[in-house]
T-cell receptor
Framework: QQQVKQSPQSLIVQKGGISIINCAYE??????FPWYQQFPGKGPALLIA?????SEKKEGRFTISFNKSAKQFSLHIMDSQPGDSATYFC?????????FGKGTTLSVSS | DAGVIQSPRHEVTEMGQEVTLRCKPI?????LFWYRQTMMRGLELLIY????????DSGMPEDRFSAKMPNASFSTLKIQPSEPRDSAVYFC???????????FGEGSWLTVV
């Protein structure tokens, strides 16, 4: 059973553009909705996360939008930069049980 | 503060040999995870521990894989005997209990030839 569906699988964006990655989940018990960023040769690292009591959270150029009724949340990267080129994972979580999406490889061209 | 520390960073071994990967979680973290990452299957949870007790090992591929956490500051993942299909990056991660960020190590890159 696929509990987390992340899209798109890959994304190419021009420098300065907006990158949008989506995550759909099934388990209504999830209560923490993070995005992780992974650079080649490194482990995933928390980028930004949201709790279900708010619909949006912004940190610099990164924004999470959360739609509880649709069971979806998305990552928006404004003014995308070549340094944002990485793989991004959603990983909705309930306690210490979390499910990683398949990942989205983002390439920002200069 | 030191992050999650894994060793070795890189390991090349011959098929049939025993491989032991090591992990030191962040001090004060109660939960520890072992993940495997490959291009084909992405990030797979192998096993996780809460307070040194294995809670879910349903992701462990087969009996060749075993994991232990003898104390709060150390865990091992052992593959015996190793096979070429075990070649992957193995990540250890830790967190405090409850929903919150988990912190990954830099990974152990395993190649079995």
């Amino acid at each position: 059973q696929q509990q987390v569906k992340q899209s798109p699988q890959s994304l190419i964006v021009q420098k300065g553009g907006i990158s949008i990655i989506n995550c759909a989940y099934e388990n209504t018990a999830f209560d923490y909705f993070p995005w992780y960023q992974q650079f080649p040769g490194k482990g995933p690292a928390l980028l930004i996360a949201i709790r279900p009591d708010v619909s949006e959270k912004k940190e610099g150029r990164f924004t999470i939008s959360f739609n509880k009724s649709a069971k979806q949340f998305s990552l928006h990267i404004m003014d995308s930069q070549p340094g944002d080129s990485a793989t991004y994972f959603c990983a909705p979580q309930a306690g210490t049980a979390l499910i990683f999406g398949k990942g989205t490889t983002l390439s920002v061209s200069s | 503060d030191a992050g999650v520390i894994q060793s070795p960073r890189h390991e090349v071994t011959e098929m049939g040999q025993e491989v032991t990967l090591r992990c030191k979680p962040i001090s004060g973290h109660n939960s520890l995870f072992w993940y495997r990452q490959t291009m084909m299957r992405g990030l797979e949870l192998l096993i996780y521990f809460n307070n040194n007790v294995p809670i879910d090992d349903s992701g462990m591929p087969e009996d060749r894989f075993s994991a232990k956490m003898p104390n709060a500051s150390f865990s091992t993942l052992k593959i015996q005997p190793s096979e070429p299909r075990d070649s992957a990056v193995y990540f250890c991660a830790s967190t405090r209990r409850g929903s919150g960020p988990i912190y990954f190590g830099e990974g152990s890159w395993l190649t079995v030839v």
